[in-house]
Nanobody, 130 residues
Framework: QVQLVESGGGSVQAGGSLRLSCFAS????????MAWFLQDPVKGREGISA???????DYADSVKGRFTIARDNAKNTLYLKMNSLKAEDTAMYYC????????????????????????WGQGTQVTVSS
């Protein structure tokens, strides 16, 4: 069992940046595929980015070139650096973990599919004002 706690959300103007963190406890982060998702009432839950233990990274088309996912195994923490934020990025952001370290499914937008991930944090809110 792994527990995930996100932090770093907040309010920012369009064009600004935020860095989200996801601290894992209970197990080593390196044992899992890790991912970030967003959820809002219109979009539902969408995969943003994911990485596996080998360093393979995937991004949804909507965030390529703007968001960067990274993992610090020594700190057992996953990060999402978000640059050039847009109003449409406003959502609750969740980190998630998948058992096994090398595989997860992708959705049609190129991001991780939520069905591959069994562990979820409580979320952190990101609000971008235009």
């Amino acid at each position: 069992q792994v527990q995930l706690v996100e932090s770093g959300g907040g309010s920012v103007q369009a064009g600004g940046s935020l860095r989200l963190s996801c601290f894992a406890s209970g197990k080593a982060l390196s044992d899992f595929c890790m991912a970030w998702f967003l959820q809002d009432p219109v979009k539902g839950r969408e995969g943003i980015s994911a990485l596996d233990a080998d360093g393979t990274i995937d991004y949804a088309d909507s965030v390529k070139g703007r968001f960067t996912i990274a993992r610090d195994n020594a700190k057992n923490t996953l990060y999402l650096k978000m640059n050039s934020l847009k109003a449409e990025d406003t959502a609750m952001y969740y980190c998630a973990a998948a058992d096994g370290s090398t595989w997860y499914a992708l959705d049609s937008r190129g991001g991780p599919h939520p069905s591959s991930f069994g562990y979820w944090g409580q979320g952190t809110q990101v609000t971008v004002s235009s």
